[in-house]
Antibody, heavy 122, light 107 residues
Framework: QVQLVQSGAAVKKPGASVKVSCEAS????????INWVRQAAGQGLEWMGW????????GFAQTFQGRVTMTSNISISTAFLELSSLTSDDTAVYYC???????????????WGKGTPVTVSS | DIQMTQSPSSLSASVGDRVMVTCRAS??????LNWYQQKPGKDPKLLIY???SLLSGVPARFSGSGSGTDFTLTISSLQPEDFATYYC?????????FGQGTKLEIK
């Protein structure tokens, strides 16, 4: 079955970087986008950006421009999110989600990873 | 950026009730509107895409409507497993913004 398996929880100090992985299985990794969404405790969902593993194209929310990198390794069907210059405001659960265009029009995120908790604390 | 506003932020209802959650976009997004369900400690689940198309396997008591700027998620007869938080999301243009969520609680 289609699934996205994310790396485990991370604890980082302010100013550091974190790299989260998302391994895809059950479908052709290069045929769909990977989106990254985060959620702080008790808060809503915040879309961070997308990447296409086939082309390497990416797009980010303005909030994260300059300190986010989204990459992939096609040989291991894995996408990566790296966020730098961490502050306590970056403490959240980070989700990867498959992006598909249903009915050839409607972009949505139909499969999600279980999330990676990232804690930023001194 | 397109702002998405859901109402209400929270809602108390009973099993068997008909419930409606609304979502308003700050500009027209045609039908590029998705609905997700999230239970505590779990990842979000896609319910509806394209404003009204039910994902395969989602119970028919869920339905979506609307176009342009105003959208509605309706649950025709609430079941115990439906108590969760619901999010709308526009996929008309990046950034693909979410509404703030509607928490559906048991009355």
């Amino acid at each position: 079955q289609v699934q996205l398996v994310q790396s485990g929880a991370a604890v980082k100090k302010p100013g550091a970087s974190v790299k989260v992985s998302c391994e895809a299985s059950g479908y052709s990794f290069t045929s769909c986008d990977i989106n990254w969404v985060r959620q702080a405790a008790g808060q809503g969902l915040e879309w961070m950006g997308w990447m296409n593993p086939n082309s390497g194209n990416t797009g980010f929310a303005q909030t994260f421009q300059g300190r986010v990198t989204m990459t992939s390794n096609i040989s291991i069907s894995t996408a990566f999110l790296e966020l730098s210059s961490l502050t306590s405001d970056d403490t959240a659960v980070y989700y990867c989600a498959r992006g598909v265009r249903s009915d050839n029009y409607y972009y949505n995120m139909d499969v999600w990873g279980k999330g990676t908790p990232v804690t930023v604390s001194s | 950026d397109i702002q998405m506003t859901q109402s209400p932020s929270s809602l108390s209802a009973s099993v068997g009730d008909r419930v409606m959650v609304t979502c308003r976009a700050s500009q027209s997004i045609s039908n590029y509107l998705n609905w997700y369900q999230q239970k505590p400690g779990k990842d979000p689940k896609l319910l509806i895409y394209g404003a009204f198309s039910l994902l395969s396997g989602v119970p028919a008591r869920f339905s979506g409507s609307g176009s342009g700027t105003d959208f509605t998620l309706t649950i025709s007869s609430l079941q115990p497993e439906d108590f969760a938080t619901y999010y709308c999301q526009q996929s008309y243009s990046t950034p693909y913004t979410f509404g703030q969520g509607t928490k559906l609680e048991i009355k």
